[in-house]
């Protein structure tokens, strides 16, 4: 598998949000991927979304996990079921907000926990999914990378699943979603795609 790490680099250099001088470290390679726009590329390859720059929670993680894991740390992908309610989401715009106070939208959520080669004794939760710009919209951003404290997760987290180190994360995900969201799974596409198109408008710029 070649490596994920030059293409990012380019990639966040000719877009300006990474300095040519600058190295791609752990904070940085965190930083760059929180901040790519929240909409769903046409697939979920690390590849892809570097090329058309932009990626869901999945998208993001499958991405920044292969950077980390390229820069010396270990790493587990996990998926976590829960929903979207107006108690845990009041951010959502009136439509969606609505929506989910008529009845909660099942999702499965993707982040990361993270043990780096200094901290061997110790995993971190590493949450990339909104971005920087999301702060301003009362959304639950993680600001930077700290490895004294785990990053808040983009999600009222009810039951976790770790993804094994021979298992493909996307094939594991689509099974809990059939699983979980069942039947509401057109609901849930719909709900992401209104999310995504939201967060477009309003960070647009």
């Given at each position: 598998m ?6 990012l ?50 998208g ?6 292969r ?7 270990s790493v ?6 829960h ?15 609505e ?6 939208v099942?999702d ?5 926990r ?8 110790e ?5 990339a ?5 999301a702060k ?11 490895h004294?404290?785990d990053?808040?997760?983009a ?29 509401q ?5 719909a ?9 477009g ?5």
């Amino acid at each position: 598998m070649p490596p994920i790490a030059p293409l990012l680099r380019a990639a966040a250099i000719q877009r300006g949000v990474l300095d040519p001088s600058a190295t791609l470290n752990v904070a940085e390679a965190v930083r760059i991927v929180r901040d790519l726009p929240y909409e769903r590329a046409s697939d979920r390859r690390p590849e892809t979304i570097i090329e058309e720059w932009r990626g869901t929670c999945s998208g993001k993680h499958y991405l920044l996990a292969r950077m980390l894991e390229e820069l010396g740390a270990s790493v587990i992908v996990i998926h976590a079921t829960h929903h979207f309610t107006p108690e845990n989401s009041p951010w959502l715009p009136p439509d969606l907000l609505e929506e989910a106070a008529r009845e909660p939208v099942p999702d499965v959520h993707t982040f990361l926990r993270v043990q780096l080669d200094a901290f061997r004794d110790e995993w971190f939760t590493v949450d990339a999914t909104w971005p920087m710009a999301a702060k301003a919209l009362g959304m639950p951003v993680n600001e930077g990378f700290d490895h004294k404290a785990d990053h808040r997760i983009a999600a009222d987290v009810e039951e976790i699943v770790h993804v094994d180190e021979e298992d493909d994360p996307q094939t594991v995900k689509e099974a809990l979603i059939a699983a979980f969201v069942d039947d509401q799974a057109a609901r849930r596409d719909a709900f992401i795609e209104r999310l995504s198109a939201w967060l477009g408008e309003r960070l647009a710029g």
